[in-house]
């Protein structure tokens, strides 16, 4: 921590009580304001130590969260959070739009990515269990700033899919009554812009209940939510089969219209990685898991087990329901909405089936949409910590043990947004916002292990005088590897289709990729080695991780970056105006008062 610039106050800086000293007056904002370079200088790249992340920053939430969950608890979460939301809003969409039935290949790519991902999740939970996730995770390793633009775009993510998964909860819920729910429980509004003009009251009500849910206790939600599960994988069990039976194999190489392109990869390779790009959003479950660390009995031993075990379990089940639903309805057939209970709407003697999946997805996205909830909440609770945001979003209940103003707050916002606004706008949102959480993680593990001082900084020493020995190679390595990564995408994504001059192109990036790699780990070596659990193949695994998610964003729309563009512009606006100041504060009281709490009821 920046405590050496900490303990001297600005000129004319009225008291640090907390928030008070920037935010007092208009006329100390003022102040605020005009410091906002020396601030930014001095608050940027400020790292906390993991010692502090579970002591004093811990301790600005008042109680603490109880230390109740096991490994069982954690696999169940990580199914109820995957399975239901994404395979049941994204898989009709990507397979339609991109990959055809290729999509099954799709769900393998991303649950690979997925996996190398949770990997260096797993790291970092294991060794620094507290509920912030990979905000916590990128603020003891590159900064503040960092750690602020990924914790914005992991609120976004949650809010965005969370509505997303709300409003198709509706569509699937009227499938299982027979009810054509999209047209019947949504009340359009003459006026609004398309997308924006179907409230839906449905979601909105589904939100709220779940929010009441999660903020009464962890241990009594990771109950109902296993039980939902058990009973949904039940469901999806069902699926699987009715769709091998019922299925033709003829469906995954001929489309419906003989004018659209036929073959198990009507769209080319490319239609498969956009594909897998927009399916990844299944996958996001797996990251709220972490967010649990601070609530697990024993990290070491049950998070590795939860997050990648579910990680593992979840790609099985996702590409057997791929399979299955691309050999009921020819790729150009499926219906987007509701791709599964579809397949057999009208199917002589077999609408009932329609109805049992409608009922069994529902299920699923309340399971999902439970975990996400829990995550979601748990990550503004950290940001708050942080004092980057207000620090009521971080007060835990001293009797639910729960975050509850985090959790209220989050709901709200999710249900106002689930009320208008349609499912393919949130979507393309949320998806780049995950792969780029994803890629700061992998980079994060990296600089962590290879960077001495990156781990084992004090509370009491000044980030000046901490010990950066290999800081430099490090960033470059991770630089340069990103680089080739991008020069591959991008002669994947524009260089013309035919023609050897594409393929030497691929083949120079991806030797010069495994030629950086080697050779960073033959001229660096490790500054820290995980005593706990630690990510398998350094810097091998991580490294792949890189590169698939940024291949995986290369795959994604231009209106997707547009979009991506202006949010984190907006987040860079609010962190120059507010959130600087804000911690600045916070740490400069922090300092004065050096308290520390120990989390004395975490075990090995």
């Not at 739009?97 to 990515?113: F, K, T």
């Not at 190398?116 to 509920?131: H, K, N, Q, R």
């Not at 769209?267 to 697990?296: K, Q, R, W």
């Not at 942080?386 to 007060?395: D, R, Y």
Request: hydrophobic share 50%; with cysteine.
């Amino acid at each position: 921590m920046d405590k050496g610039a900490l303990m001297s106050q600005d000129p004319g800086q009225s008291g640090g009580g907390g928030g008070a000293g920037s935010f007092s007056s208009l006329r100390a904002y003022g102040r605020a304001l005009s410091q906002t370079p020396r601030r930014l200088a001095r608050r940027a790249c400020a790292a906390t130590a993991p010692e502090e992340e579970m002591s004093r920053v811990r301790a600005r939430s008042g109680a603490s969260m109880a230390r109740s969950l096991r490994w069982p608890d954690l696999v169940g979460l990580g199914l109820g959070g995957m399975v239901g939301a994404g395979v049941f809003v994204t898989t009709g969409r990507a397979t339609r739009l991109y990959a055809g039935p290729g999509v099954i290949v799709s769900y393998a790519i991303a649950g690979l990515c997925a996996l190398l991902s949770a990997f260096c999740y797993t790291e970092f939970a294991v060794d620094m269990p507290v509920a912030g996730g990979a905000f916590s995770y990128l603020r003891v390793t590159f900064g503040e700033f960092a750690a602020f633009l990924t914790g914005a775009n992991l609120i976004m993510e949650y809010v965005f899919s969370n509505a997303a998964v709300a409003r198709s909860f509706t569509a699937y819920m009227g499938t299982a009554v027979g009810v054509d729910a999209p047209s019947k429980w949504r009340i359009a509004v003459p006026g609004l812009p398309k997308g924006f003009n179907e409230v839906d009251l449905v979601a909105v009500g589904v939100i709220l209940l779940i929010s009441v849910c999660i903020c009464y206790s962890t241990k009594e939600s990771s109950i109902v939510n296993m039980v939902l599960t058990a009973v949904h994988v039940a469901f999806i069990l069902f699926i699987i089969v009715m769709g091998f039976w019922r299925g033709d194999v003829r469906n995954l190489t001929h489309p419906a219209d003989p004018a659209h392109p036929g073959g198990f990869f009507p769209n080319g390779v490319g239609g498969v990685f956009s594909g897998a790009a927009m399916v990844y959003l299944s996958y996001i479950g797996y990251d709220a898991v972490s967010t649990m660390a601070e609530e697990v009995e024993r990290p070491a031993r049950d998070i590795p087990i939860g997050v990648s075990g579910s990680v593992v379990i979840v790609t099985v089940l996702y590409c057997l329901m791929a399979a299955s639903m691309s050999m009921l309805l020819p790729y150009d057939a499926i219906d987007t909405e509701a791709p599964f209970s579809g397949a057999f709407r009208g199917s002589d003697g077999w609408g009932w089936v329609s109805n049992v999946i409608g009922a069994g997805a529902s299920l699923g996205i309340l399971t999902s949409l439970m975990v996400a909830m829990l995550g979601q909440a748990r990550y503004l609770c950290v940001i708050g910590r942080s004092g980057v945001m207000p620090a009521w979003l971080a007060k835990v209940h001293p009797k639910t043990a729960t975050p509850v103003n985090a959790s209220a707050f989050l709901g709200l916002f999710t249900a106002a947004l689930a009320l208008f606004t349609e499912l393919d706008i949130l979507l393309n949102l949320v998806c780049i916002g995950t792969l780029f959480v994803f890629y700061m993680v992998s980079n994060a593990v990296v600089y962590r292990r290879y960077v001495v001082g990156s781990h084992t900084t004090s509370v009491a020493t000044s980030s000046d005088e901490r010990p950066r020995r290999g800081a430099w190679p490090t960033l470059a390595f991770l630089l340069a590897f990103s680089l080739i990564a991008l020069s591959f995408t991008l002669v994947w994504k524009l260089a013309p289709q035919e023609g050897r001059a594409r393929v030497g192109l691929l083949v120079a990036c991806g030797v010069a990729a495994v030629a950086t790699v080697a050779a960073f780990q033959a001229l660096v070596p490790q500054a820290h080695t995980p005593q706990l659990w630690g990510v398998p193949g350094m810097p091998w695994v991580p490294a792949a991780s890189v590169f698939l998610n940024v291949f995986l964003l290369g795959s994604l729309d231009r209106p997707s970056y547009v979009r991506f563009g202006f949010f984190s512009a907006a987040a860079v606006l609010v962190y120059a105006l507010y959130s600087v100041h804000a911690s600045y504060d916070a740490e400069e009281s922090a300092a004065l008062e050096g308290a520390k709490v120990q989390d004395e009821d975490c075990k090995v």
